[in-house]
């Protein structure tokens, strides 16, 4: 179905379930059943809970969960105060349902166990068959499954996931299925339907569901292993013995996430909280069976059809080093599998919010995403891979006008609505190594395309610790194709982006009306280090923007106060020389910061205030008041030569397309050019050297890094643009 079409039927669907609360939808329907009718009146999300009988198996669960360990207070009472939240909420049938299942799983385990003491018992957390039975543990496990504290409304959702993990820190994945008679019912983590849709109360929505959710706790390697079609792939994780690698989650088991961080003292000495939580989680890509078996989707016209086939493909493309070692990483088979692990867990959708491959339809606390970065420029983020020292490329390519066809599907969509891996230059048509034209422009695949393939029709795709997802074509790290190709422009990062953990624990792109700032500890991430203990370094979540105030590429960014002197570990890049920059924003908080790669100083130390003396020396002049064209190549050249550049054009700060490159206070710092090698962590370190300084009003600021190949800088053909 054209993607159009199932949005605009979404919406129209949708929309009639939202005022007519119908559990099903019959469009010959002339009349329609007004006992379903939702009429708004006021109620808080625990009224209309404990106002319906059908919901007092959930009320009764509710009340008997608990916040936290350290509160008394049921999750129930929560839901009776004003705020924002969204409440799936299981029937008296569905909470039954689930008690029922999960009882006799543990009757079944205990009599096979009589059988065979090898077999193990299943403790599931429901030993009785009696509701009033469950334990407070149980109760507050299943009642946190089922409450987002944000108000969400499912016709603003694309599919992938509600924005914000639910209280037991968990996303919830949300489909949009199209029936047989056209209609749309939504569904929530491949197992529960939306009966009833987008209830609205004072204090957020209620969504009616016919089923318990309940997100699986197995790991990575487990989860993969149980979907009958990703044979050969989980048999190939499991020889390399990454599937050990898939099964971490707790980093730190002592980790205590209501310690708070010292005050912030530019900000009436607020005391911001420390992450939430700290557990490692992964992104998958998966080539299915049927993928693997098609011979048409590979550079050797091979039918892959079990292990041997996937390991002589694999030594192909990675050579035969470490031959019939699998668990070396030298391996081609190791080599193979450990591009498809991500050092995080990405969601299909970041239209959903925080989480996903890539930011688009992020709205809040008056920045737009919508606004600053516009379709009229691709999207993209790099992200490393457990393949030593390599990274893969993600774009959204809304520039792409060709068209696609997925998986299963007899129509066409825009090859600007994938999410692309590898996109290659030009418009996605350029190839460099032969054969690799397989292996680049490799799409991720909604889960609703994903169930379309044999075997995965109940795809589970959400691990305790990470997200599966399956891909279009068989991805392939080939290191000429990445440094003539690929990764052959001017990469920028949000310093935000470079660091896994903030992803991985629910910090970055945190949807909080309380703070607007989170502290970071010390150790909290591998690629941070503090140099001293007077370094306190904070993440600043997304604010509004302006041309005379800040202005941000993804909205967020790194805020260090104190006498700081940290370092972070740079993205790991292919060999090559490459020119590092450094975005900023001056503000009359900032300090003087002497900079150093590699232990090696970057020039002189660099004065992040906003001074009349600092503005005259950085000479920055408005494109308006420069005239030709010519005038602001030979302006934005000298600018260079003083060791600066204005911010770039793409992004935007206003709704009437002002970018960044307009505001006086945003530059990019350019440190120099360096020979970057593979194989080896190339480390920027930031020293505070204002002279005369407590460190109060000596703020670091970063809101991007670039690390751009010299080549495109100098190539005449092709010079660098202004974004």
Same mark, same amino acid.
């Given at each position: 179905?054209?993607?159009?079409?199932?949005?605009?039927?979404?919406?129209?669907?949708?929309?009639?379930?939202?005022?007519?609360?119908?559990?099903?939808?019959?469009?010959?329907?002339?009349?329609?059943?007004?006992?379903?009718?939702?009429?708004?009146?006021?109620?808080?999300?625990?009224?209309?809970?404990?106002?319906?009988?059908?919901?007092?198996?959930?009320?009764?669960?509710?009340?008997?969960?608990?916040?936290?360990?350290?509160?008394?207070?049921?999750?129930?009472?929560?839901?009776?105060?004003?705020?924002?939240?969204?409440?799936?909420?299981?029937?008296?049938?569905?909470?039954?349902?689930?008690?029922?299942?999960?009882?006799?799983?543990?009757?079944?385990?205990?009599?096979?166990?009589?059988?065979?003491?090898?077999?193990?018992?299943?403790?599931?957390?429901?030993?009785?068959?009696?509701?009033?039975?469950?334990?407070?543990?149980?109760?507050?496990?299943?009642?946190?499954?089922?409450?987002?504290?944000?108000?969400?409304?499912?016709?603003?959702?694309?599919?992938?996931?509600?924005?914000?993990?639910?209280?037991?820190?968990?996303?919830?994945?949300?489909?949009?299925?199209?029936?047989?008679?056209?209609?749309?019912?939504?569904?929530?983590?491949?197992?529960?339907?939306?009966?009833?849709?987008?209830?609205?109360?004072?204090?957020?929505?209620?969504?009616?569901?016919?089923?318990?959710?309940?997100?699986?706790?197995?790991?990575?390697?487990?989860?993969?292993?149980?979907?009958?079609?990703?044979?050969?792939?989980?048999?190939?994780?499991?020889?390399?013995?990454?599937?050990?690698?898939?099964?971490?989650?707790?980093?730190?088991?002592?980790?205590?996430?209501?310690?708070?961080?010292?005050?912030?003292?530019?900000?009436?000495?607020?005391?911001?909280?420390?992450?939430?939580?700290?557990?490692?989680?992964?992104?998958?890509?998966?080539?299915?069976?049927?993928?693997?078996?098609?011979?048409?989707?590979?550079?050797?016209?091979?039918?892959?059809?079990?292990?041997?086939?996937?390991?002589?493909?694999?030594?192909?493309?990675?050579?035969?080093?470490?031959?019939?070692?699998?668990?070396?990483?030298?391996?081609?088979?190791?080599?193979?599998?450990?591009? /498809?692990? *991500? +050092?995080?867990? $990405?969601? #299909?959708?970041?239209?959903?919010?925080?989480?996903?491959? &890539?930011? !688009?339809?992020?709205?809040?606390?008056?920045?737009?995403?919508?606004?600053?970065?516009?379709?009229?420029?691709?999207?993209?983020?790099?992200?490393?891979?457990?393949?030593?020292?390599?990274?893969?490329?993600?774009?959204?390519?809304?520039?792409?006008?060709?068209?696609?066809?997925?998986?299963?599907?007899?129509?066409?969509?825009?090859?600007?609505?994938?999410?692309?891996?590898?996109?290659?230059?030009?418009?996605?048509?350029?190839?460099?190594?032969?054969?690799?034209?397989?292996?680049?422009?490799?799409?991720?695949?909604?889960?609703?395309?994903?169930?379309?393939?044999?075997?995965?029709?109940?795809?589970?795709?959400?691990?305790?610790?990470?997200?599966? /997802?399956? *891909? +279009?074509?068989? $991805?392939? #790290?080939?290191?000429?194709?990445?440094?003539?190709?690929? &990764?052959? !422009?001017?990469?920028?990062?949000?310093?935000?982006?470079?660091?896994?953990?903030?992803?991985?624990?629910?910090?970055?792109?945190?949807?909080?009306?309380?703070?607007?700032?989170?502290?970071?500890?010390?150790?909290?991430?591998?690629?941070?280090?503090?140099?001293?203990?007077?370094?306190?370094?904070?993440?600043?979540?997304?604010?509004?923007?302006?041309?005379?105030?800040?202005?941000?590429?993804?909205?967020?960014?790194?805020?260090?106060?104190?006498?700081?002197?940290?370092?972070?570990?740079?993205?790991?890049?292919?060999?090559?020389?490459?020119?590092?920059?450094?975005?900023?924003?001056?503000?009359?908080?900032?300090?003087?910061?002497?900079?150093?790669?590699?232990?090696?100083?970057?020039?002189?130390?660099?004065?992040?205030?906003?001074?009349?003396?600092?503005? &005259?020396?950085?000479?920055?002049?408005?494109?308006?008041?420069?005239?030709?064209?010519?005038?602001?190549?030979?302006?934005?050249?000298?600018?260079?030569?003083?060791?600066?550049?204005?911010?770039?054009?793409?992004?935007?700060?206003?709704?009437?397309?002002?970018?960044?490159?307009?505001?006086?206070?945003?530059?990019?710092?350019?440190?120099?050019?360096?020979?970057?090698?593979?194989?080896?962590?190339?480390?920027?370190?930031?020293?505070?050297?204002?002279?005369?300084?407590?460190?109060?009003?000596?703020?670091?600021?970063?809101?991007?890094?670039?690390?751009?190949?010299?080549?495109?800088?100098?190539?005449?053909?092709?010079?660098?643009?202004?974004?």
């Amino acid at each position: 179905m054209n993607m159009t079409i199932l949005r605009n039927a979404k919406v129209l669907v949708l929309g009639l379930l939202a005022s007519f609360s119908l559990a099903t939808l019959n469009g010959c329907q002339d009349e329609v059943d007004k006992s379903n009718r939702f009429t708004f009146t006021g109620e808080l999300i625990s009224d209309y809970l404990q106002n319906n009988p059908e919901f007092s198996d959930f009320c009764f669960i509710l009340d008997k969960a608990k916040i936290g360990k350290k509160s008394s207070s049921s999750i129930l009472k929560t839901l009776s105060t004003y705020g924002s939240y969204t409440c799936f909420a299981p029937t008296n049938d569905a909470i039954r349902a689930h008690i029922d299942k999960l009882y006799a799983e543990y009757i079944e385990s205990i009599e096979l166990n009589k059988e065979n003491p090898d077999n193990p018992i299943i403790f599931n957390g429901i030993t009785s068959p009696n509701l009033e039975e469950i334990s407070d543990s149980m109760a507050t496990e299943i009642a946190k499954n089922h409450i987002i504290e944000m108000g969400y409304k499912t016709i603003d959702i694309n599919e992938g996931a509600f924005p914000m993990v639910t209280m037991n820190r968990r996303f919830t994945t949300l489909e949009f299925p199209v029936n047989a008679d056209g209609s749309v019912t939504p569904v929530l983590n491949n197992e529960a339907r939306i009966i009833r849709i987008d209830l609205e109360m004072e204090n957020g929505y209620v969504q009616v569901i016919d089923a318990v959710l309940a997100p699986s706790v197995k790991m990575s390697n487990e989860l993969l292993a149980d979907q009958p079609s990703f044979t050969t792939f989980s048999s190939a994780v499991k020889m390399t013995g990454l599937d050990k690698y898939l099964s971490e989650y707790e980093i730190d088991p002592n980790y205590d996430n209501t310690v708070l961080g010292p005050p912030f003292q530019t900000q009436n000495n607020m005391t911001p909280p420390v992450p939430e939580e700290n557990h490692q989680r992964f992104t998958l890509l998966v080539e299915s069976d049927d993928l693997l078996a098609d011979p048409t989707k590979n550079s050797l016209g091979m039918s892959i059809k079990n292990l041997d086939d996937l390991v002589k493909f694999a030594e192909h493309w990675y050579g035969t080093e470490a031959q019939g070692e699998y668990d070396n990483p030298k391996n081609a088979l190791y080599k193979f599998i450990a591009y /498809h692990i *991500i +050092d995080r867990r $990405l969601l #299909y959708s970041s239209s959903t919010g925080p989480g996903g491959f &890539l930011m !688009e339809a992020y709205d809040w606390k008056d920045f737009s995403s919508e606004v600053n970065m516009p379709k009229s420029f691709d999207r993209y983020d790099y992200f490393e891979t457990k393949l030593p020292y390599t990274m893969v490329k993600v774009t959204k390519p809304f520039t792409n006008t060709s068209s696609y066809k997925r998986y299963g599907s007899d129509s066409e969509t825009p090859f600007s609505q994938e999410i692309v891996i590898n996109y290659a230059q030009d418009g996605g048509t350029r190839c460099v190594v032969p054969g690799m034209e397989h292996h680049i422009n490799v799409v991720v695949e909604p889960a609703s395309v994903s169930k379309k393939r044999p075997g995965l029709e109940e795809f589970n795709q959400n691990p305790l610790n990470g997200i599966i /997802h399956t *891909i +279009d074509k068989i $991805l392939i #790290y080939n290191e000429e194709e990445m440094v003539s190709n690929i &990764l052959n !422009e001017r990469m920028r990062w949000d310093i935000m982006s470079i660091f896994p953990e903030l992803t991985n624990n629910g910090v970055r792109w945190a949807l909080q009306d309380q703070y607007t700032l989170t502290y970071i500890p010390p150790g909290f991430s591998s690629r941070l280090e503090q140099l001293n203990n007077d370094t306190h370094v904070y993440y600043l979540r997304p604010h509004s923007t302006s041309l005379g105030g800040y202005v941000n590429f993804q909205g967020d960014e790194l805020l260090v106060i104190g006498k700081y002197d940290f370092k972070y570990r740079l993205p790991h890049v292919p060999t090559g020389n490459y020119e590092i920059r450094f975005g900023f924003s001056m503000s009359d908080a900032r300090g003087i910061v002497q900079m150093y790669l590699d232990g090696k100083i970057c020039g002189i130390p660099v004065n992040l205030k906003n001074t009349t003396e600092n503005l &005259l020396f950085i000479g920055w002049t408005g494109d308006d008041e420069l005239g030709s064209e010519e005038e602001i190549k030979e302006y934005d050249k000298a600018m260079r030569n003083r060791g600066f550049m204005k911010a770039p054009a793409s992004i935007h700060v206003t709704k009437e397309g002002n970018s960044m490159r307009e505001s006086n206070l945003a530059l990019r710092k350019v440190l120099g050019t360096y020979r970057l090698a593979s194989g080896e962590s190339h480390w920027l370190r930031f020293k505070e050297v204002t002279e005369n300084s407590t460190g109060k009003l000596c703020e670091f600021n970063q809101d991007y890094i670039e690390i751009v190949p010299t080549s495109i800088i100098t190539d005449q053909r092709k010079p660098e643009d202004i974004n």
